[in-house]
């Protein structure tokens, strides 16, 4: 059912509307969900307006997914969600790095395009086998190995004590 969701625009904060909108709930379920759902806390301004981020969206979205699309129960829903926070939090500590659902580890070497006969091939000669797709996705997954690496380096460096 998130498929048919609509894309979440580039934005810093939304208002209850907006996410209302954007994950197919009224605004009314969104405020009892802040109630049962200690990790969703929207930032509130003038007059309790209510502002959520890109993550708490994202948080709704799984809700939503959970209650409505798996069938769990609000205490369930909770449970599941807890785990899945602490799952990612785990991974995090370990270098492991979630982005849109590709997991990618630092540890693991970069993945390269799968040739149908040789890897070995010119500068400029490519296999006809392939897709531009497929270059694309292992150029990505290595510039983010790179800047993973980059973080890592500089968290280090903050944390060592002089």
């Known amino acids: 059912m998130e498929n048919l ?11 209850i509307g907006e996410v209302s909108e954007l994950c197919g709930v009224k605004p009314h379920v969104l405020r009892y969900w802040e109630q049962e759902f200690t990790q969703l806390r929207p930032m509130k301004r ?3 307006r209510r ?7 994202l948080m709704i979205r ?17 449970n599941k969600l807890h785990e ?9 500590r370990n270098g492991e790095v979630m982005l849109e659902g590709i997991d990618i580890s630092l540890d693991a070497e970069p993945e390269q ?8 091939f010119g500068d400029s000669e490519f296999p006809a086998e392939t897709t531009d797709a497929q270059w694309s996705e292992a150029a990505a997954v290595q510039r ?7 973080l890592v380096e500089i968290r280090e460096l903050l944390t060592t004590t002089y």
């Open 84 to 92: 899945l926070v602490q799952v990612e939090s785990e991974k995090r």
């Open 5 to 15: 969701l609509p894309p979440i625009p580039a934005k810093r904060y939304f208002t």
């Open 144 to 150: 983010l190995q790179f800047i993973r690496q980059e």
């Open 51 to 57: 502002y959520y981020q890109h993550h708490e969206v």
């Open 62 to 78: 799984k809700i939503r997914d959970l209650l409505y699309d798996q069938g769990f129960t609000i205490s369930g829903a909770r």
């Open 46 to 48: 003038r007059g309790n």
């Open 113 to 120: 395009p799968e040739y149908a006969e040789s890897s070995s």
